[in-house]
Nanobody, 123 residues
Framework: QLQLVESGGGLVQPGGSLRLSCAASGSNLDPYYIGWFRQAPGKAREAVSCSMRSGGSTVYVDSVKGRFTISRDSSDNTVYLQMNSLKPEDTATYYC????????????????WGQGTPVAVSS
């Protein structure tokens, strides 16, 4: 059974950077598409970006294009989300999720989830 654990969140000032990690155990990540989602208080969970099995990626939120980069390291069985030039509106709990068929923008389409890591962007 695939298990996912996020880490790397925290409090950062506007303009700062964080790198989130999504570490897998119980299974190799290679057969899975890995999505990063975020959920701000009182808002719905939204897809941020997705890492494809081929090594490609897609970004779902226009406001993070050019600032967030998703990558995967098969040797570490980990997917990363590098977040630069952070803004207060990026404040949310960030989750990673996995599905074997394709990237998808809907959270309900993912079978495996981590517990989330909180990110707060504030001065």
């Amino acid at each position: 059974q695939l298990q996912l654990v996020e880490s790397g969140g925290g409090l950062v000032q506007p303009g700062g950077s964080l790198r989130l990690s999504c570490a897998a155990s119980g299974s190799n990540l290679d057969p899975y598409y890995i999505g990063w989602f975020r959920q701000a208080p009182g808002k719905a969970r939204e897809a941020v970006s997705c890492s494809m099995r081929s090594g490609g990626s897609t970004v779902y939120v226009d406001s993070v294009k050019g600032r967030f980069t998703i990558s995967r390291d098969s040797s570490d069985n980990t997917v990363y989300l590098q977040m630069n030039s952070l803004k207060p509106e990026d404040t949310a709990t960030y989750y990673c999720a996995a599905r074997p068929w394709s990237c998808h923008h809907l959270a309900s389409e993912y079978q495996f989830w981590g517990q989330g890591t909180p990110v707060a962007v504030s001065s």
